[in-house]
């Protein structure tokens, strides 16, 4: 039997990366839900951000496949004013964009935690960032347009302790809840911050997001079985 496998988010940068991969295992049926995508393949649409429009795409893939082995919460939800500098922020832009991000999270898990402790197992896994354990290198921002807003820390930080929440809460239910931490993903950062930035590694710099397809793929399988709750760092040392 496949494993049903939900990617939240699976039209970005990363998860349309997991995706092609995943494609390329027999073993697993890999759908993407999220607001738009240009392959039609496998797609559902589905909004993060409205716990109704959540809980109608996971409820029609549960009631076509009858399981869904493992969601992976890929979405990056922002609205417009996202990326302000920090004494720029406008209340009404924090107080979405924290919902977004990290209230979104949380409806997820409510959500497709009904259908884990309905089948009796389920694996859950969170993306968020080493903002999410350290301050940013400001030194790196120096020079460029690039900002890293204090919403994206807060929320990052937020989302490994919402992980580690979950895995106790679900304690005996055959519940895996783990997070991982990426650097930075390579995607048109002008030359001057990745050179900084890959001063501060150990070797490569900023990573590829195939970078992270085999951690994923060590998460989802059998062989993570009894990793439950942590929040695994894939940086290239960064945040030694």
């Not at 559902?44 to 869904?68: A, D, P, Q, Y």
Request: hydrophobic residues 35%.
């Amino acid at each position: 039997m496949k494993k049903i496998i939900v990617i939240i988010g699976g039209s970005g940068l990363i998860g349309s990366q997991i995706i092609q991969k995943f494609k390329k295992n027999k073993g697993y049926y890999v759908i993407n839900v999220d607001i738009y995508s240009k392959n039609k393949s496998n797609f559902f649409r589905g909004n993060i951000c409205s716990e109704k429009s959540i809980s109608n795409v996971l409820g029609k893939i549960f009631k076509k496949f009858k399981k869904i082995h493992t969601v992976i919460n890929l979405s990056y939800p922002r609205n417009e004013n996202w990326g302000k500098k920090f004494e720029n922020i406008k209340e009404k832009d924090l107080k979405e964009n924290l919902f977004n991000q990290l209230g979104s999270s949380i409806i997820l898990a409510k959500v497709i935690s009904k259908y884990f402790l309905k089948q009796k197992y389920g694996n859950l896994i969170y993306f968020s960032s080493i903002q999410g354990i350290s301050a940013p290198k400001f030194d790196h921002y120096l020079n460029t347009n690039m900002v890293s807003p204090i919403e994206y820390s807060a929320t990052k930080a937020g989302i490994i302790n919402i992980t580690k929440y979950l895995a106790k809460y679900f304690k005996g239910k055959n519940i895996r809840v783990n997070c991982i931490s990426p650097g930075g993903i390579l995607n048109k950062q002008p030359k001057n911050f990745l050179k900084k930035y890959r001063h501060s590694c150990l070797s490569k710099g900023m990573l590829d997001s195939k970078d992270l397809i085999g951690l994923v793929e060590f998460l989802v399988s059998e062989k993570s079985n009894y990793i439950n709750g942590q929040n695994i760092i894939i940086d290239d040392g960064w945040s030694l």
